[in-house]
């Protein structure tokens, strides 16, 4: 017992402890001898540590934890060098815990322990600090006292009057220590600190700690009071603004930016906008006027108004409506299309009688009004829109037009004769390959860059609000993860909404009711059905050979001299070379090729004329092969079609009509198969095999051997293999292979047939019937074979001139096709050739004998 409450004197410092101590691990604290800190005990083990404490001397071993995640740290989670303090107050808080105030006197060794419940307590040995003495110490000592004090300056929670009482401390020990206590320092460097024995170590480590914090707090406030000079300086420019602001408004002038902000409000005044974009305009220019220049959100802001007072919300071109002079106007830019000016006729003498109709009743309004009111009424045009708005939108509605048809048949030159017609401005966007649908309805303001969709710009750009916007190559607008343009399009192009349209950026309902668009296509197909049941479909289905004559004789040639510098009268062509370069060197359903080819003579004369030859130049028919090289396109129809199983078929493409040669053969095979190539779509193999299937089904009838085509392979092929083809109008011409093929008899060279077939033999009507009557006539063939049902398609599409120079031949049923595309059987030699060409021999099986027996 005398032993274990045996006490030691450190002779040094006069500390007397016990040799067994309660010891109390702390989380992320280590508490130094000469400091006092404020402790919260919350552990139950602790707060029972503490109540023995205080009913005794009241010393306490304080030891830091190497990890603060444990809860109850053991002897092996926590650091063997520590301090000895002294617990000076204790209060009790009401939710149990226990909040302590320790003093700390002297660093001890944690040694052997000997109880680990209710609470750790282990044998200490007091362990002073090793004093050094003399100048180095005395230096470090009053540097590490200066760089505290320049450190508090910077430091805002520092307590008050801790710099001061540094100055008083004369040991190093104690500077370094009181020092260590109000500095922010991590667990690990704290501990080190604690744990070095020498006072001249722990002043050069706490040096440098303390003069790298110090650089990096002088750099802070040198980085935050720059930036609240430029804040001050900011400041005082607005300030000095105001103050030019008041001065020059006391002299009579006026600042750059207030002259900006007076003449966004005049223009603001002049647009006539109607009231919702008027209330959007002055708000936006009453908060640019409270916006410093500098501000990032006042180029936004203007830039914003500046488009709103640049649109035309009231300006239209506003001619009056003639319709003769319409008539010149398209009869002079364009031969022929009387379907499509009829159109545009019809829109103009309809518009032009409803103005009419409302120029009456309003001047019969304003009669009636001063009749009853006695005075006279002035006829002033309103600022604002009517209040029947909705009723005018439907009376003043504008088509939708859209012209479909191959390359170079001129359906955007038709656009802007239109726009000439009706004496409005003309605008054309192309919309080819666009995939991102801001490109139509344009950006939100939110975005950086952000900028109105292509139809507000065009808009903005022709100054007007009613005019022709041609809407080029709609058939290819794209589709991505960027949006779909062509949905965007639906409201453009909806008459029932696009008086409403809203663009993104502009965020406000613009009238698009009066702005006539007009799009353009080389096919339907691609077309999504939503967007193409919002347009009135015509069709330019491409020029006969008459036409393209009149059409270079009147148009491309005065052209291509004017381009190239000649006189009329310096180059002289008549029709039989329009005529040669049209069957020769063009094979087209538009112009522009012929429209090149006219300019290569053009300039092949030019050069003549520049070379010294005397003008006129004479060019005949034989000799455009000098001017244009060899002969391009040849009609070959007759040399194609030499032998049974060869047919010309009749084909519409998105550049216009075309002809193609189906060709049949057949070989031995121990399995009936039928083998289709030239890349054929799924539609023309269903023909090719319904095909099949009638000639074998109706062999007899056909007068063909009743097994036709027992164990053989049928072989159809389409020749260009590396295009792909389909479309539901081969089945005819493919009957007639197999048929010419199994009879041995020829198809008649100079004939074309296209038309769909059913399984009972009848010949069902196709689209496309112009594109590949004109495609035929290209070719040199006259005589076309087509449905009976695409009669009224012809008579009515076709021009009546080169009705005149074909033959048509109109079937129901694929015997009448038949027998007018196959040549007659001569003799009965041929069709034993032909039989034999199809691998059968002309012999009877038993069953025909014996009935050609009986």
Not at 240 to 252: C, D, M, P, S, V
Not at 502 to 530: C, G, Q
């Amino acid at each position: 017992m005398e032993e274990s409450s045996r006490r030691r004197q450190d002779e040094e410092e006069g500390l007397t402890i016990p040799d067994v101590l309660p010891v109390l691990p702390l989380k992320d604290t280590v508490v130094y001898p000469f400091s006092v800190q404020p402790l919260g005990i919350g552990q139950e083990r602790s707060i029972r540590l503490i109540d023995d404490v205080m009913r005794g001397d009241r010393l306490v071993a304080l030891v830091a934890q190497k990890s603060a995640d444990i809860e109850q740290a053991g002897p092996d989670e926590i650091f063997k060098i520590g301090t000895v303090a002294r617990v000076g107050r204790m209060f009790r808080m009401p939710d149990g815990t226990l909040q302590i105030a320790v003093q700390g006197l002297e660093r001890v060794v944690i040694g052997e322990f000997t109880q680990e419940k209710p609470y750790l307590a282990a044998h200490v040995t007091l362990k002073p600090d090793v004093q050094e003495e003399g100048n180095e110490t005395e230096a470090l000592k009053r540097n590490v006292i200066s760089y505290f004090q320049r450190l508090v300056a910077l430091v805002q929670n520092m307590p008050e009057g801790v710099a001061a009482a540094t100055l008083n401390l004369e040991e190093p020990r104690q500077v370094v220590y009181v020092i260590a206590t109000f500095v922010q320092m991590e667990l690990e460097l704290r501990q080190n600190l604690l744990e070095l024995d020498s006072v001249r170590e722990k002043l050069v480590q706490l040096s440098s700690f303390l003069a790298h914090e110090l650089e990096i707090l002088e750099l802070g406030k040198k980085i935050q009071t720059s930036a609240q000079e430029e804040m001050s300086k900011v400041q005082r420019e607005y300030l000095l603004r105001e103050q030019l602001k008041a001065i020059q408004r006391e002299l009579g002038e006026e600042s750059e930016e207030q002259a900006t902000i007076n003449e966004l409000r005049r223009k603001i005044d002049e647009a006539k906008m109607p009231e919702e974009a008027l209330k959007d305009a002055n708000r936006e220019l009453s908060r640019l006027e409270k916006l410093p220049t500098a501000s990032p959100e006042y180029s936004i802001i203007r830039t914003y108004v500046e488009l709103l007072v640049s649109l035309p919300w009231s300006r239209s071109t506003g001619e009056k409506i003639d319709v003769k002079h319409a008539r010149e106007v398209l009869d002079q830019d364009h031969y022929d299309l009387e379907k499509i000016k009829d159109r545009v006729l019809e829109y103009l003498a309809v518009r032009h009688l409803k103005e009419e109709r409302q120029a009456e009743e309003r001047e019969r309004e304003q009669e009636i009004s001063s009749v009853e009111e006695g005075v006279e009424v002035e006829n002033i045009t309103p600022t604002q829109p009517l209040a029947n708005q909705e009723a005018k939108r439907a009376v003043n509605r504008e088509p939708i037009l859209c012209f479909v048809g191959p390359p170079g048949v001129g359906k955007t030159s038709l656009g802007q004769s239109i726009a000439r017609a009706l004496g409005r401005k003309f605008a054309r966007m192309s919309l080819g390959g666009i995939r991102d649908e801001a490109e139509i309805r344009g950006h939100r303001r939110t975005y950086i860059g952000a900028m109105p969709g292509r139809i507000i710009q065009t808009l903005r750009r022709v100054d007007t609000n009613d005019p022709v916007i041609m809407l080029d190559e709609v058939d290819k607008v794209g589709a991505d993860w960027r949006g779909d343009p062509s949905s965007a399009l639906l409201e453009v192009l909806d008459p029932e909404q696009n008086f409403n349209f809203r663009d993104n950026y502009l965020d406000l309902p613009f009238d698009l009711s009066k702005v006539m668009f007009i799009a353009t296509a080389n096919a339907l197909e691609p077309i999504p059905a939503p967007l193409r049941d919002r347009m009135e479909i015509l069709e330019l289905s491409g020029y006969t050979e008459e036409q393209k004559v009149h059409i270079a004789r009147n148009y491309l040639l005065p052209k291509q001299l004017e381009a190239n510098g000649l006189r009329k009268e310096e180059l002289e062509l008549d029709d039989d070379v329009i005529r040669r370069v049209i069957r020769d060197y063009t094979r087209e359903a538009g112009v522009r090729n012929l429209e090149r080819e006219i300019g290569s003579l053009c300039r092949k004369a030019a050069k003549k004329i520049s070379e010294g030859t005397e003008a006129p130049i004479q060019l005949t028919a034989d000799a455009v092969s000098d001017y244009l090289g060899r002969q391009r396109f040849f009609e070959e129809a007759a040399e194609r079609i030499d032998r049974p199983g060869i047919a010309t078929g009749l084909v519409w493409t998105a550049v216009g009509g075309e002809i193609i040669f189906i060709e049949a053969a057949t070989m031995p095979g121990k399995e009936e198969r039928l083998i289709l190539t030239g890349q054929l779509g799924d539609v023309m193999k269903e023909s090719a095999t319904a095909a099949l299937s009638y000639v074998r089904s109706n062999a007899t009838s056909l007068g063909l051997p009743q097994h036709v085509f027992e164990n053989q392979n049928v072989h159809i092929h389409v020749p260009a293999g590396a295009i792909p083809k389909d479309g539901p109008s081969a089945g005819v011409t493919m009957t007639t292979v197999l048929v010419s093929l199994a009879s041995g008899r020829k198809v008649r060279s100079d004939v074309a047939m296209t038309g769909e077939i059913t399984l009972r033999g009848k010949v069902l009507p196709i689209g496309g019937v112009k594109e590949k009557v004109l495609a035929a006539y290209r070719s040199g063939i006259r005589t076309v074979i087509l449905p009976k049902k695409n009669e009224a398609d012809l008579m009515e599409d076709l021009p009546k001139e080169l009705r005149d120079q074909m033959h048509f031949v109109f079937a129901t049923d694929i015997r009448q096709v038949l027998d007018a595309a196959l040549e007659p059987s001569s003799t009965k030699g041929e069709k034993a050739r032909g039989e034999e060409q199809n691998g059968e021999r002309p012999r009877r099986r038993k069953s025909e004998k014996a009935v050609a027996k009986a």
